[in-house]
């Protein structure tokens, strides 16, 4: 893992700010008939004004700049036709390099009016995640983050998927060390202060065993057809608190 310089920070800070703004914007898009190809379409806009380049095409060959997965898939839709409809949720995940520099996170947003128990799902979701940030501390270890999460999402009554995990962040999207959404206290590597990190955790509804859509060979969807949420933060580990760069 690598400990960044306090220049380094910086820069991961404006190419996170500038996604968590790019995210403002396509959450407040995200209504009823709009579709995803649409969102898709105003990302890539948006990172090539700022001279970015959209991180998740020239990395992972995904084909689109954003994530966009609607009710049953929890991570990797791909943006394409699919009409959003009113009680809908939708989680985007937007990345790019800005200066050298990622920037990832992800929200999950209501579509128009959503029932109750998914709005529920939404906002337990993201307070697992915070728990997980809270956990991330010099010291501290990457199953402590891990452990917080998923004991917060259990005690509530949903599952965590476990296949897809938060990660270093630096010049690539994907560095050491991983940092899974369920752990044991006390396990893994140290945290230390510098240490810049994802925290993603996908919770659903009922089982968290998930497939990969035949249709486009990337979309994750549960096998029970249980609707998921995700949200992710980019933090550095700091001895008062984790900070949070992406936020607009």
């Known amino acids: 893992m690598v400990i960044r310089t306090p220049g380094a920070v910086q820069g ?15 959450s407040r898009m995200a209504q009823p008939g709009v579709t995803t190809r649409a969102l898709n379409e105003y990302a890539m806009d948006y990172i090539t004004r ?3 380049d959209p991180v998740f095409a020239t990395e992972e060959n995904f084909p689109g700049c954003i994530n966009t997965s609607v009710n049953d898939a ?11 409809k009113d009680g809908d949720i939708l989680s985007i995940d937007a990345g790019m390099v800005l200066d050298g520099y990622c920037g990832d996170s992800t929200v999950t947003v209501a579509v128009g009016n959503v029932t109750e128990e998914h709005r529920r799902l939404i906002a337990t979701t993201r307070e697992a995640m915070l728990a997980g940030i809270r956990a991330a501390l010099p010291g501290n270890r990457v199953g402590d983050i891990g452990y917080a ?5 259990e005690s509530r009554g949903y599952g965590v998927v ?7 962040l630096g010049r690539k999207m994907h560095e050491k060390p991983d940092v899974p959404s369920v752990g044991r ?22 089982s968290a065993r998930v497939r990969v859509d035949p249709a486009d ?7 029970d057809g249980g609707w998921g949420a995700q949200w992710e933060h ?13 936020e607009p």
């Open 12 to 26: 991961l800070r404006r190419a996170n700010r500038a996604t968590a703004k790019l995210l403002r914007d396509l």
């Open 50 to 52: 700022l001279g970015a």
């Open 74 to 84: 929890v991570v990797h839709g791909v943006p394409n036709d699919t009409v959003l």
């Open 149 to 153: 999460i998923q004991t917060y999402a």
């Open 162 to 168: 476990k296949e897809f995990i938060g990660h270093g």
């Open 185 to 206: 206290r006390g396990g893994g590597p140290v945290l230390e202060d510098g240490l810049v990190i994802t925290i993603e955790p996908i919770l659903v509804e009922h």
């Open 217 to 223: 060979g990337w979309t994750v969807r549960t096998v």
């Open 234 to 246: 980019t933090i550095v580990v700091r001895p008062r608190g984790a900070h949070v760069l992406s």
